[in-house]
């Protein structure tokens, strides 16, 4: 077989499909019945909270774990039953795996070792990958001489230096601290640019899932509620539980009237003009917090007045936290904006950025 | 009579607050250090008025456990001394120097009913019952423990624990300063600004000394009025979270405050000017000195926008985070970030970008040139 059609063979079939795939232990249900499909070149983030089933339905994808109903295809070849040493996938863990007593050269080498392939060729490749990860100058250590980061760099470098088809990362910034995660989260998108795979990223990071882009699922309770581009799920998310499951901080949620082109706050007298089309009723309307701020943004904003219950800065950004009415609101503002807690604040909203929910919980319409 | 006299006495218990100063303070974990990197901690110099709250920021391995362990008494510093109001401190152990501290895990008697648990350090400095009373009871309130205050502290949740360790600390009126220690590493993510609120809450209220340790930059800046970073167990900037962020006194101020940090790239500084790229940058800040090993420019990603002429870049990345766009760009000296709203127009390929001269600085060898 020549090579460009092998490649082209490669081409026409890659990609990984869930069937209605179910996972049950005993009486609780896991993974409720999930279809899903992955195409190569891609990165896919699952994302949802602790226990939501990320790490089961990775488990399921690499074949260490089997679910109750339904087919896993890959390539088009069903593969349900067979077992991960056969799949040709790698693996990520939230904690640093490595082998502690072999150097990082070892541990990145460690997969092909076992594959056969000649010393110079695991040289070359290794030391290309390691290059990538910002590890040549670590190779002759050993795990426990290398910082949090580093340990994780080298479990990328080994999951990267075979040629996997399925790279299955799960939550790998986790136990990182807040500028090494910041740092990773950039370079992960480059690591897989040029190859042909399929890239699967578990996270509960809202930003995780918007800076590294690709697709998205969000999950709830086992539960797959929209996958599709990044940007798209993010602003268009098909529901509530989608809008919430990606927000970070939370969404506010309020009840809304509507009557003709003016809204209402059914909580207060906060209302606005938008000549958005939905029928005139009861809906509930998401905000996200970034849409309201210190500062007027947008040409439609309105003002809402709060009791500041705490302005928590993050070094470049402000999250006013206030009470309106009954409800608790968030706000995210640029800059350094202090607020001393009790103080009577106005800040405004960005209309053109609302979400409107039915009663449903389904997005009706937006903008 | 004797109730004015009662009276008087809390007053003055509530007026025991200690200002801290720290002179020329290093120290070595090593019997004979010779490098400079044998030094946990380096030439530390520090104020602490009364009442303020103040917090210890860097990432791990940057001396501010050290630096805590030395306030303490749990630690004697191999050069330098601590002095509460003036007086030396340096040799008294922690009982003698009357210190609360509260650490990442709740330290708490899971046997104790809540009010035992508040009431304990009380006891044990053999306060009067109705004194134990009263107190417990106010620390209660502030702390929305009143209606378990019968309960086991065993049944609680990590939060609740934690409050109780928070309780434990504040409770007493004899002390000079409370101490935190990555107090919220238990807290769910989602109740975290809940208890940020109560402990910036409580320090407006008692006015007593806070030292808050923690390597989070949410959580120092948030709660104190000061913030003093570390970084190799120096000291590179004490400020105002505004001061921090709009004039970072040391290359990894800026690169460790705000996300993204600062870009910093070397230039040339020639007849007190900025050379960069070719080209001269204006600045606000007069450059005297040049006489460096290392001079860089440093600017951050919300004060760099691109414009028709300035310098040539290659734009290599768009993140658009829903809310704002990071835009990686490269120069010949390195890359440089940019920040700006959803809205703007990327341009493709070869672009040009100008930084804001307001905040445009330059660093000699790590330290700001002005």
Redesign the interface.
Same mark, same amino acid.
């Given at each position: 077989m020549s090579p460009f059609f092998k490649t082209k063979f490669k081409f026409l079939h890659m990609s990984l499909e869930l069937k209605n795939v179910e996972k049950k232990v005993g009486i609780e249900t896991h993974i409720h019945s999930t279809n899903l499909k992955l195409e190569k070149n891609t990165i896919n983030i699952l994302l949802g909270s602790t226990l939501a089933g990320k790490t089961t339905l990775m488990q399921i994808m690499a074949g260490l774990d089997k679910p109750t109903a339904g087919e896993i295809w890959f390539n088009g070849e069903n593969v349900t039953g067979k077992e991960v040493q056969k799949r040709n996938c790698s693996m990520v863990y939230q904690q640093f795996i490595n082998y502690p007593n072999f150097t990082v050269f070892e541990n990145i080498a460690s997969p092909l070792k076992i594959t056969g392939i000649e010393s110079g060729e695991i040289k070359n490749r290794v030391g290309k990958v390691a290059e990538l990860l910002k590890l040549s100058a670590m190779l002759d250590k050993k795990p426990d001489e290398l910082s949090g980061g580093q340990q994780q760099r080298t479990a990328l470098a080994r999951a990267l230096v075979k040629d996997s088809d399925l790279i299955l990362l799960d939550e790998p910034l986790a136990n990182l601290d807040f500028k090494l995660r910041e740092e990773l989260r950039e370079e992960l998108p480059k690591l897989f640019e040029d190859r042909d795979c399929i890239v699967v990223y578990a996270t509960t990071e809202p930003l995780d899932a918007l800076m590294i882009g690709g697709n998205t699922a969000t999950l709830l309770e086992g539960k797959v509620i929209q996958y599709g581009k990044t940007l798209d799920v993010y602003c268009k998310p098909e529901n509530l539980t989608s809008a919430k499951v990606f927000s970070d901080p939370p969404m506010n949620i309020a009840e809304i009237i509507k009557t003709g082109d003016t809204f209402k706050l059914t909580d207060n007298n906060v209302q606005w003009k938008s000549n958005i089309q939905i029928k005139d009723g009861k809906y509930k309307i998401g905000i996200r917090p970034h849409n309201i701020t210190t500062y007027k943004e947008g040409n439609n904003s309105v003002e809402i007045n709060g009791k500041v219950l705490i302005s928590e800065l993050s070094g470049s950004e402000s999250l006013i936290h206030f009470t309106n009415g009954n409800l608790n609101w968030v706000s995210l503002s640029n800059g350094i904006q202090q607020k001393n807690i009790g103080e009577d604040t106005t800040l405004h909203m960005n209309v053109n950025e609302f979400l409107y929910f039915d009663q449903n919980n389904r997005l009706v319409n937006y903008g | 009579m004797l109730m004015n006299f009662y009276i008087l006495i809390k007053i003055i218990d509530w007026l025991i607050m200690a200002k801290i100063t720290l002179k020329n303070l290093s120290h070595s974990y090593l019997t004979k250090p010779n490098s400079e990197l044998d030094w946990a901690l380096r030439g530390i110099d520090i104020d602490w008025k009364d009442g303020g709250a103040y917090a210890l920021l860097g990432?791990?391995g940057c001396g501010k456990t050290t630096l805590l362990n030395i306030i303490s008494g749990l630690l004697k510093p191999t050069k330098g001394k601590v002095l509460f109001d003036d007086k030396d401190v340096t040799a008294l152990n922690p009982v003698q120097r009357d210190i609360a501290q509260i650490f990442q895990f709740p330290v708490i008697y899971d046997t104790m009913t809540v009010y035992d648990n508040l009431a304990f350090p009380l006891k044990n400095r053999g306060l009067s019952g109705t004194e134990i009373d009263n107190k417990v009871k106010e620390i209660g309130e502030m702390l929305e423990l009143a209606s378990t205050l019968n309960n086991k502290a065993s049944g609680l949740t990590a939060d609740g624990k934690q409050k109780i360790s928070l309780g434990r600390g504040l409770v007493r009126s004899d002390v000079n300063v409370i101490m935190f220690d990555e107090p919220l590493t238990v807290i769910d993510p989602?109740l975290k600004?809940v208890l %940020?609120?109560k402990l910036?809450?409580l320090h407006?209220k008692i006015n007593r000394t806070m030292i808050y340790v923690t390597?989070?930059?949410?959580e120092a800046?948030?709660f104190a009025d000061q913030v003093v970073v570390m970084h190799e167990g120096q000291i590179v900037q004490t400020g105002t979270?505004?001061e921090?962020?709009e004039k970072p006194k040391h290359t990894f101020v800026g690169?460790?405050?705000?996300?993204?940090?600062m870009n910093i790239l070397p230039c040339e500084i020639k007849n007190g000017q900025i050379n960069f790229e070719g080209k001269i940058l204006p600045t606000n800040t007069s450059l005297t000195k040049s006489n460096f090993n290392k001079t860089q420019v440093g600017i951050?990603p919300?004060f760099v926008n691109f414009s028709s002429d300035g310098i040539a870049v290659k734009v290599k %990345?768009v993140?658009?985070?829903? %809310?704002h766009k990071?835009i990686?760009t490269e120069c010949d000296s390195g890359s440089i970030k940019i920040l700006a709203s959803s809205s703007t127009q990327i341009p493709n390929g070869s672009a040009h970008i100008t930084f804001d001269k307001k905040y445009t600085y330059a660093y000699g060898d790590n330290w700001i040139i002005e």
């Open positions: - | 990432p791990s989602h600004w %940020r609120s910036k809450e407006q390597h989070d930059q949410i800046l948030t979270p505004v921090l962020f690169h460790f405050i705000g996300s993204p940090g951050r919300e %990345r993140s658009d985070t829903g %809310r990071v990686d």
